[in-house]
């Protein structure tokens, strides 16, 4: 499958871009409004905390002054009959402020409490409606792909950033175990080992590693690679890492490549291909994912309210693609792109400039500003919106 503009160039990015800007934008309608409610919950219970403190205040400042005026009073008066009087008082008055101080600050802690848990519903849903967007709808991201084995199974991870936007997955994996040969096919190492039965002499053995098992495993965009091998009973182990073709790899803590008679025989070329092996076994074993954070410049996009910072973000990258749709395009209000399928048959995909600047409108003023930054010329009457920065 290839993808085209009208003009028969290559897109910068081998992706259905009409069928991604589909699901950017439907993506954008779900999460504005969860994120402005999130926002609405947190001016409506700053507005209340700001009330229970005010009377928090004037409590303990009434508190205050009248512990003044009554010591004065009993400075000008200085009479010893006063002094029980004057010490029930100030202790009646203090047992009921502080009993009604009490009962503010547990409700300004329900309400906080309450703001919390409001508030994660909404967080959850925004993750939900963000986790089949991210994943793949992100374009020349730096992707980060992780395994760690735990028992009997697998744990693994995937990150991606862009422009200070990150984001991490929790992937599920369909095997429980990953050995070298289903990562890698045979893979055979050069290592020494001790032969003769009366008189031992070192002798160099190609060990067979397809049935070790992949215990870590990271990779980059850069193609970047660590790999931590064992084998069945945990006797041996294997580290190999690198990237840009070369490769180190050890034998427990004897360093293989750094070994003249012992680097000749490693397959470098072979290496070369794990970084495409790993994106690929990461392509068809993954049984299920779920995003588990954005963040927007080292901060929790989701908890501080930045998630449209981060389409805006997004958008950019998706307006310069639209721009290039509606130059080399013959109708200028159309936004097309060209499939050629396998067999050469090519067909074309479209969408209505007018239509995607609508489906924005409609979402509000932020929907507008996506819009203004993917280039869409605004034509229709804007809906209100709520939005505000926290």
Known sequence: MKYMYQDSTELPVQRDYIEDLKVFIKT???????????????????????????????????????YSQVQRLSQEINSEELGACIEAVLETCSLHIGQKC???????????????????????????????????????????????????????KMRGAMAGLQYRYDLELIDEVLTVEKLFGKLSLPTWTKTGLIRKEEKIKMQDLSDFFITSLECDSLDNVRLVLENKKASRKFKIEGGDSRYFIYDEAQEISADKELSGLIDQHSLALLPENIRAYFRENIRAYSLEKVMLDEEDAVAENQVFDCLKIIAEQYGTILQECLEKGNNKDEIIIKVEESDGRRTEKYLSREEVYRQLADIGSEGVEIAGILGIDTRVQVKESNYLIV
């Open 28 to 66: 954008i309608a779900k999460v504005i409004p969860l994120e402005n409610s999130i926002i609405e919950i947190k001016n409506r219970n700053r507005e209340m905390l700001l009330v229970l403190e005010k009377k928090l205040n004037e409590l303990r400042l009434f508190e205050e002054r009248f």
């Open 102 to 156: 009490e009962i503010l600050e547990s409700e300004a802690s329900k309400i906080k409490r309450g703001s919390v848990q409001e508030c994660q519903k909404y967080e959850i849903k925004i993750l939900e409606a963000l986790s089949e967007f991210l994943i793949s709808g992100v374009y020349r991201t730096e992707k980060n792909f992780e395994i760690l084995s735990k028992g009997d199974s697998l744990s693994a």
